[in-house]
């Protein structure tokens, strides 16, 4: 007896196994294709991208090998090409092709696009710095010092990873105005910053020679000299 009420048993459940499959069957189907399917798009996109980035990527040394050659023409070609590139490769052409611009001997161009890069919100602001201190540096010797404050007075701040940089250009704007005191400003700045790079110090050196030569030493250094040499 007990033999058969074990297979009316299995019966009863193989009966609800089968209900279950009829009803939720198709839909377990489903979602199992579905999986398979985006993972395989997954894959198919993610090798695409990748593809595409190393094409860009030798594309884009290619570019550089030509501007190196001086052939800023060919590189620009490719630049350009660059535009509609995956990845980070669009921005760094952009930046490139502004770099061969000054190199090519047009410096206004060259500023223009830095400057255009610098105000672009769809760029990353690490790069939008660096083209405030690229087109900063390039306008030193045709702009007021105010045009260059605006650009970079911003970064010099004690936690902006640029300071040392936008420092030394408005350090040298200023000087380049005729401000003295403003360049002087800057230079302590700089000298009193233990995480400034030592080829800025070393810049900025010469930079303050050249001051104190045509100026004379500060307020604060003529004191200090003052007072060392009555200690003597």
Partial sequence: MSDIFREVDEDIRKEKYNRLWDRFGPWVIGAAVLIVVATAGYRGWAY?????????GDRFMHAVKLSEAGDFVGANQIYAELEEARGGYPVIARMRAASDLAKAGKPGEALGAFDEIANDSGVERALRDIASLRAAYLAVDS???????DRVEGLTGA???FRSAARE???LA????GDIETARQW??????????PSDVTGRIDVLEKVIVAAHGASQDGASEDGGEGEAQ
């Fill in 48 to 56: 695409y991208e990748r593809t595409q980035a190393q094409t860009a």
């Fill in 143 to 149: 702009e007021p010092y105010t045009a260059i404050a």
């Fill in 159 to 161: 936690d902006n990873s």
């Fill in 169 to 171: 250009v408005l350090a």
């Fill in 174 to 177: 200023a000087w380049k105005a």
């Fill in 187 to 196: 230079i302590a700045a700089i000298d009193n910053d233990p995480q400034t």
